[in-house]
Structures are given as structure tokens and as C-alpha cells.
């Protein structure tokens, strides 16, 4: 017999992260080699565009794991849009994720009333679609690939 609980616990939220965590890594590899490197936690990435008076015009928050870049927020104020801002944010995420992190991939998640042509003009593939979440919209997994390989042997070329 088990007695099932409801209701916010973040001591057994944690206990369970670290036991979930602790049970993938013992049935992975590729997670076993990346405890105590710098891969294992993930890493803040904000870019900020702030308009003459100091404003938040627009910005980006995600995050780096491994060798991906993770974009949660991508938004620019209605005055901005359509002046390649949001496209300099993402840019310049793709950039630091690349140059200073390693990064090889980018992912996001984009409804479709909001973004996903957007990415897609700027090398997105949709990979996952998941209709009525929440219900009357679908949602957007979208990836990209950061770093090309060169053809004569395989070594990143850095580019996008």
C-alpha cells in the first residue's frame, strides 16, 4: 500500500531530481562522462538591447547544456519589430553559444502565432509539432545546427 500526496514539496522535488538524475546517469554513458565537467550544468545566456533612454527594447534568455544552446524567451517591443532586432538577439546568442561555449546546436519551442517563420528564415527546422497545446494552438520544437564541418576531414569551420 502507498499513501499518494498532492501539493508543492520542493525538499521531495529535489530529492527526486537528484535521485532521477542519479538513476539516468547510471543507465548512460554519455551522462556518466559529463558529471563533474563543465558540460554537466547548464549556463545562463542573456542578450539584452536596451533603446536610447535605458529601456529594455528587446531580449533573449535561454541557457547552454552541453553542446546546445537552449533559447526560452526571444521578444522585442512592438516599436522594434521589424528592425532585424530580434534577428541581431538570436545572432548574437549563436554566436557566444558557438565562440565561447562549444556549442554545436540550438533549439526552442515557439507557438504558431508567434515565431515559427521567423526562426525557419534564419536556418530553424521544425523537428517536433504538437497540435492543440493548449488547445486551438500548436507548439514548435525548432533546431539548427551552429557549426558546419568542413568536407576535408571533418573539423568544425565555426561558421553558421
Given at each position: 500500500m502507498?499513501?499518494i500526496?498532492?501539493?508543492?514539496?520542493?525538499?521531495?522535488?529535489?530529492?527526486?531530481?537528484?535521485?532521477?538524475?542519479?538513476?539516468?546517469?547510471a543507465?548512460?554513458?554519455?551522462?556518466r562522462?559529463?558529471?563533474?565537467?563543465?558540460?554537466?550544468?547548464?549556463?545562463?545566456?542573456?542578450?539584452?538591447?536596451?533603446?536610447?533612454?535605458?529601456?529594455?527594447?528587446g531580449?533573449?534568455?535561454?541557457?547552454?547544456?552541453?553542446?546546445?544552446?537552449?533559447?526560452?524567451?526571444?521578444?522585442?517591443?512592438e516599436?522594434?519589430r521589424?528592425?532585424?532586432?530580434g534577428?541581431?538577439?538570436?545572432?548574437?546568442?549563436?554566436?557566444?553559444?558557438?565562440e565561447?561555449?562549444?556549442c554545436?546546436?540550438?533549439?526552442?519551442?515557439t507557438?504558431?502565432?508567434?515565431?515559427?517563420?521567423?526562426?525557419?528564415?534564419?536556418?530553424?527546422?521544425?523537428?517536433?509539432?504538437?497540435?492543440?497545446?493548449?488547445?486551438?494552438?500548436t507548439?514548435?520544437?525548432?533546431?539548427k545546427?551552429?557549426?558546419?564541418?568542413?568536407?576535408?576531414?571533418g573539423?568544425p569551420?565555426?561558421?553558421?
Amino acid at each position: 500500500m502507498f499513501r499518494i500526496e498532492t501539493g508543492v514539496d520542493n525538499d521531495r522535488r529535489d530529492l527526486l531530481r537528484r535521485r532521477l538524475r542519479d538513476t539516468n546517469t547510471a543507465a548512460s554513458a554519455v551522462l556518466r562522462a559529463l558529471r563533474g565537467t563543465s558540460g554537466e550544468r547548464e549556463r545562463p545566456l542573456h542578450v539584452w538591447a536596451l533603446d536610447e533612454t535605458g529601456s529594455l527594447a528587446g531580449g533573449l534568455v535561454g541557457h547552454t547544456w552541453t553542446t546546445w544552446l537552449h533559447v526560452t524567451y526571444l521578444w522585442v517591443d512592438e516599436p522594434h519589430r521589424g528592425t532585424g532586432l530580434g534577428s541581431h538577439l538570436l545572432a548574437q546568442a549563436e554566436r557566444i553559444a558557438r565562440e565561447d561555449r562549444g556549442c554545436l546546436n540550438s533549439r526552442l519551442e515557439t507557438w504558431d502565432f508567434q515565431a515559427p517563420d521567423f526562426y525557419k528564415k534564419r536556418g530553424y527546422e521544425v523537428v517536433c509539432e504538437i497540435p492543440d497545446y493548449p488547445p486551438g494552438i500548436t507548439e514548435y520544437t525548432l533546431t539548427k545546427r551552429l557549426r558546419r564541418f568542413s568536407p576535408s576531414g571533418g573539423t568544425p569551420s565555426g561558421g553558421v
